[in-house]
């Protein structure tokens, strides 16, 4: 019996999954768009908590300590980056995000085709967004940005960026709400719990779409938290 026994625990034992066949599936959902489609699949899940009286866009910056795809030097971190812009709903929920764009643009850098592809993405989930305060910061005020809104029928709700004039800019004042742009605080609410993910908090991957994938697990942990907590 003692024999058996040992032979039990040492030759019998369930074979741990090896840790390539892990990331040779997660680089392989990256790449065809599964993790995408997670994503999707958990904001219709909660469709009924959403809130789209406002939507609030916002970037995060990334140090990428290997460098890889859509990486370079950022002054302001003082290291090599790579950035994201999510855009959550008014309670928080990440409904659409920009691909990954290197960190020595600005976060207004080709911004109108991201915006249009998130609004369209937005539309294709049948998510009603038509009359919604779009909240940016001043760094996305430019005149592709807003015109983009209201072509999609959302209110841009932009604060001027003076752009070192020392007088006001001519013309009709623009449309600015301070109170509904207060509450865009919960953007970096949802940035702080994306943080918790330490495979997101400094990036290690060199594929954009890996980098995606990996964003897209925790976007979709963070829109389902409630749910899962219950």
């Known amino acids: ?31 065809d768009n599964s993790l995408k489609n997670l994503w999707k699949n958990s904001i219709l899940t909660i469709r009924d908590n ?3 009286s406002e939507l609030n866009l916002d970037g995060t910056h990334t140090l ?10 950022q002054g302001r971190k003082k290291g090599k980056t790579s ?12 409904v659409a995000s920009t691909g990954i764009i290197a960190g020595n643009h600005n976060d207004a850098y080709n911004l109108k085709p991201h915006l249009q592809a998130a609004f369209k993405e937005i539309k294709r989930m049948g998510l009603p967004v038509v009359g919604a305060y779009f909240n940016a910061d001043m760094a996305f005020d430019t005149k592709d940005a807003r015109k983009t809104c209201f072509n999609h029928g959302l209110i841009p709700n932009i604060p001027e960026n003076k752009r070192n004039r020392k007088g006001t800019k001519r013309g009709r004042k623009r449309l600015f709400n301070a109170e509904v742009y207060k509450r865009r605080f919960c953007a970096e609410r949802t940035f702080a719990w994306v943080d918790k993910y330490k495979r997101l908090l400094i990036r290690f991957e060199r594929y954009d779409a890996c980098f995606l994938g990996a964003h897209f697990i925790a976007f979709s942990m963070i829109n389902l938290r409630h749910i899962l907590d219950d």
């Open 1 to 31: 019996m003692g024999a058996i026994t040992n032979r039990q625990e040492s030759g019998f034992r369930k074979k741990e999954i090896c840790y390539s066949a892990v990331y040779h599936h997660f680089f392989k959902w990256s790449h």
């Open 50 to 52: 959403l809130n789209f």
């Open 64 to 73: 990428a300590k290997k460098g890889g795809e859509s990486v370079a030097y």
């Open 83 to 94: 950035n994201i812009l999510p855009i959550t709903d008014a309670n928080g929920f990440i």
